[in-house]
C-alpha cells in the first residue's frame, strides 16, 4: 500500500506507517538536520528507513505529479507550533501553518485515506472556528479557497455546502484526542488525530479501543508487586504509598482484574541503559550527559515509576521541568536523547544528527512510533478489509 508522508518531523509516524505495512512514494521535510537523520540512518540500512524517497524542502513547493501511482493514504503532522501550548498561539495567523497543504494533498493525490496529528492545542476553545475550518476542508477538499476569500468566507461557504450536500462530502472524517500512554507508550502524551475514509468506498471505521491502563499498573505496583519483581527491587528501594493513593489501592484490590495492560513507565523504558553521568564513555548512540537540569514549580521532571511526562520541543531550546528525570532520591537531570527516543518508542539502531537541542525539539514535536503504529494498523487493516471484500463482490457479479 503506497503512501506520501508529510511534514514527517522526527520520522515517528512515518515509522510507525510503515510498521503498519504502508510504502512510501515520498517523505517531506523541510529540517535540515531531520533529514540528515534519515540519509544516516539510511546510509547505514536501518529497518524501515532505508528506502525512503526523501524530498528535502517546503511542502509548498512538492510536486504531487512527481509521484506517480495510486496513494492509498497521505499521512503528516502539519508543523504543531501554531496551535501549541508552548507556542505563540496565533494559529491560522500564523504563517507555520500548514494545513492547507495538508488539504491540497489530499485534494491532488485522492487517496483512499487520509491520517493528520496535531498537538491537543488544536482542540483549544479559542480555535474552535479554525478546527472546524480545518474539517470542513479534509470533508471537501475540492472546494477550494478562492482568491481573496478570508478564511472565515471560505469557511462559511463550507458550511453552507456541507449543510445542503451532506450526501456529497469527498471524505467522512473523524477525530479524537489520544492519549499515548494508553496505548503502550511510556508517556502521558496526547495528540490529536484526523483520520478520513474516501466517502466512495462506504467503509464503516472507529479508533481502536483503549489498551493500557493506569490503574492496572497501580495493580501491578501495590496489589501483586509483580512491577517491583520485575525491577528485582528489594523493598526498602520501592516508593513509599501515599495516604491519598492508599485509598485508591483499597478500591482495586476489590475490583475483579481486568484485561487492560498496565500503563508502562520510565523505568521499564530505560531501565537497562547505564547512567549518562555515572558513565559518560558509554558507547550507546545519543546517550550523553547533559548538565544544567533545574527545578521550578511545575516543572519537577518525570518519576521513574510513572509514564513520563510529555516530552516538549521548547520554543527556545529545551524546557527544563518536561525534559528532565526525576530520581528517587529526589535529583534531576536531563533525559539523554537515547532515553527520549525511547519515551517515543523509537528503536535503538535509529540514531539522531545535529545538536542535543535541535534533537530534543525534534523529538519534542514528533508522534510516539508505537501510537502512530497503532493507529495506521488500523487504517491499513480496514483499507485491506474493504479492498477483499470489493473483489469478492467483482467475482460474484462476473
Known sequence: MRSVELFAGAGGLAMGMGRAGFDHAAVVEWNHDACETFRFNQRNHTEGVEQWPLYEGDARDFDYGTVGGDVMVVSGGPPCQPFSLGGKHRGHMDERDMFPQAVRAVRELQPKAFIFENVKGLLRQSFTSYFEYIHLQLSHPDLTRRKDETWEKHRARLERYHTSNQASASYNVVYRLLNAANHGVPQRRERVFLVGFRSDLGIKWSFPEVTHGEDSLLRDQWVTGEYWDRHRLAKRARPVMSPRLATRIARLREEPVGIIQP????????????????????????????????????????????????????????????????????????????????????????????????????????????????????????????????????????
Open 263 to 398: 500503563w508502562a513507565t520510565v523505568r521499564d523504558a530505560i531501565s537497562d541503559l547505564p547512567d549518562p553521568e555515572k558513565y559518560p564513555r558509554n558507547k550507546i548512540p545519543n546517550h550523553v550527559f547533559n548538565p544544567g537540569a533545574r527545578s521550578y514549580p511545575g516543572h519537577t521532571g518525570s518519576p521513574l515509576d510513572e509514564p513520563a511526562k510529555t516530552l516538549k520541543a521548547g520554543d527556545h531550546g529545551v524546557p527544563g521541568g518536561e525534559n528532565m528525570l526525576l530520581r528517587p532520591d529526589g535529583s534531576i537531570r536531563y533525559f539523554t536523547v537515547r532515553e527520549a527516543a525511547r519515551l517515543q518508542t523509537f528503536p535503538d539502531d535509529f540514531v539522531f544528527q545535529g545538536s542535543w537541542s535541535e534533537t530534543m525539539r525534534q523529538l519534542g514535536n514528533a508522534v510516539p512510533v508505537r501510537l502512530a503504529e497503532v493507529v495506521s494498523a488500523s487504517v491499513a487493516n480496514t483499507l485491506r478489509a474493504a479492498g477483499h471484500a470489493r473483489a469478492a463482490k467483482r467475482v460474484r457479479g462476473g
